[in-house]
């Protein structure tokens, strides 16, 4: 059943592996609610998406772009439709019932780290009658002291613990060089004018352990192959950004999987840490806004002039948020609307960084309203671009982001002709069995609204560590069939189904070789 983007209906699901769609899930549920009856939620997280995004704030001096804000909001749609005159139809999605999920008290590690399973109860990591051919983890990086906030003067609040402090002793490694880079240490900011014993955003111990703890958790995905998964390029490592925090997470997750660092020449620094240059070898793809073209430059004008028209009632209601949070802060935000996004974002990166570290300083009411907080921040990064055409929604997606998922499809398509390969005696390069990448939290929400997760998973800023897990498996039993599915931090965000599905979604989200040359120039 097919119907358009504004009105789609929902799809009753049978039990029967035919029967599975994208955005569906758990066994219990039917039904993806339409937008009239989900509007009032989607309404407040609206207000909170309109003023900030794209892209622009105002200062003393002007606006400027924050290309890392600009993160889509992309509603589902799986397959593509070649009929011009369709209008970019899309199918309707199911999705997994986890409106249960009301907990908004401040989760430090995703809930895999704590079941010790890449799925919750009720489901299988490997589903019977299936084999696990190839899984790619997009996850956040792990435990790490706060950035650097110059917008709030590096001060958290009043009284504020610092990482000098005797409380911080264990906290952060002395040794924070990784096996691809030598770092430095730093003056903390927030323990000026004392050195302090973390820099920003580097890993702490905390951080180490869980990285280690969640390789070991991966490494179970591949039990069969437990004598050669670390060996003849099986698992390919990458990182999103060439942060320590992001580094050194990366090399611990391997360390968990394998029983040691990974060795550099094996896995070279620029084939695993994306710089922000787009070069042949490199995860360049990790990154936001590889395409570089007049429409795209156009698009986000256009949505610069959307949000000078959004004042008033949108961008007070920022405010409000703002000022509830600095009057329990007992810090004063600045006046103007438009810098209300940046303070959000900054208290609630100190929020998490004193609570998760146990520092016990974190001013009475902060965690108490936490949803708030973390419903505002996460909010702004998912800008719903409603004013968009069908077709200008569809291009302006795959110009973002699109093409991540290219990426993601080109692999399991590798993966595919390695099993077709080792069935006839031939042994495949290119093809790894386990890519594990390392990013943002803001590159984790873009993927989960993209593929159409629920809100109550999606309005959640991502736990250190949470991870969006693509699987390729192959039926056992049904000869030459292979079959995909998406797991987000233990649930099941896109049930299984045949392969020829996702190509499909891929292609619908994939840029033009003439909006994005950058990408099919540098890639694979």
């Known amino acids: 059943m097919s119907t358009n983007r504004k009105n789609y209906q929902p799809v009753e699901i049978d039990d029967g592996p035919e029967a599975l769609e994208f955005g569906s899930g758990d066994d219990d549920v039917h039904e993806r609610p339409s937008p009239t009856r989900s509007c009032c939620s989607w309404r407040v997280v609206a207000l909170y998406l309109v003023a900030i995004n794209a892209i622009i704030f105002l200062t003393a001096t002007g606006f400027y772009f924050i290309t890392d804000w600009n993160v889509v909001n992309i509603l589902p749609f799986f397959g593509g439709n070649d009929d011009p005159q369709a209008n970019q139809n899309i199918p309707s999605i199911p999705s997994p019932n986890v409106g249960l999920i009301e ?14 399973s890449v799925v ?56 924070i060089s990784t096996v691809w880079e030598e770092f430095e240490f730093h003056l903390d900011p927030y323990s000026a004018p004392e050195k302090g014993r973390c820099e920003p955003k580097q890993i702490t111990t905390e951080g180490r352990r869980h990285a280690q703890d969640l390789g070991h958790i991966y490494r ?43 060795d550099p020449s094996q896995y070279p620094k620029k084939s695993v840490v994306n710089d922000g240059t787009v070069a042949p070898q490199s995860p360049f793809f990790l990154q936001l806004s590889v395409c570089k073209n007049d429409y795209i430059t156009e698009a986000w004008n256009k949505v610069s002039k959307k949000l000078t028209h ?60 936490y949803k708030e907080l973390d419903t505002a921040v996460t909010g702004l990064k998912l800008f719903p671009y409603s004013f968009w055409s069908d077709t200008e929604y569809k291009r302006f997606v795959s110009n973002v982001y699109g093409y991540y998922f290219t990426t993601v499809l080109h692999r399991m398509k590798k993966g595919v002709e390695r099993e077709y390969g080792s069935k006839y005696g031939k042994d495949l390069d290119g ?20 593929l159409g997760a629920p809100e109550a998973l999606l309005s959640r800023k991502p736990a250190w560590g949470s991870q969006i897990i693509y699987q390729l498996l192959r039926q056992e039993t049904a000869g030459e069939q292979f079959f995909f599915r998406v797991l987000y931090d233990g649930h099941e965000i896109v049930r299984m189904q045949k392969l020829d599905a996702f190509t499909e979604f891929a292609m619908s989200v994939a840029p033009s070789k003439e909006d994005c040359p950058a990408f099919f120039n540098n890639f694979p």
């Open 103 to 116: 907990d908004y008290t401040l989760k430090c590690v995703s809930d895999t780290h704590k079941t010790k």
């Open 120 to 175: 919750r109860e009720g489901l299988e990591v490997v589903p019977k009658g299936f084999r696990l051919i190839q899984a790619t983890i997009h996850q956040r990086y792990l435990g790490s002291w706060m950035d650097e906030h110059k917008n709030i003067d590096n001060v958290c609040w009043k009284d504020q613990l610092k990482s000098a402090s005797s409380q911080m002793n264990q906290k952060c490694p002395h040794d």
């Open 220 to 262: 179970s995905l591949f039990a069969k192959h437990e004598g050669d998964l670390c060996k003849n390029g099986n698992i390919m490592l990458e990182t999103g950004d060439s942060s320590q925090v992001a580094q050194s997470s990366l090399q611990n997750i391997y360390k968990g999987i394998c029983g040691s660092l990974p």
């Open 310 to 369: 959004s004042k008033s009632y949108v961008l007070n209601t920022l405010k409000e948020v703002a000022d509830t949070v600095g009057s329990i802060a007992q810090k004063i935000p600045d006046d103007n609307p438009y810098l209300a996004a940046p303070f959000l974002d900054s208290m609630e990166d100190c929020v998490v960084s004193h609570a998760c570290l146990e520092l016990e300083d974190v001013p009475d009411g902060m965690l108490d309203n």
């Open 431 to 450: 093809a790894a069995l386990l890519y594990v990448q390392v990013n943002s939290d803001e590159r984790i929400t873009q993927q989960l609204q993209i």
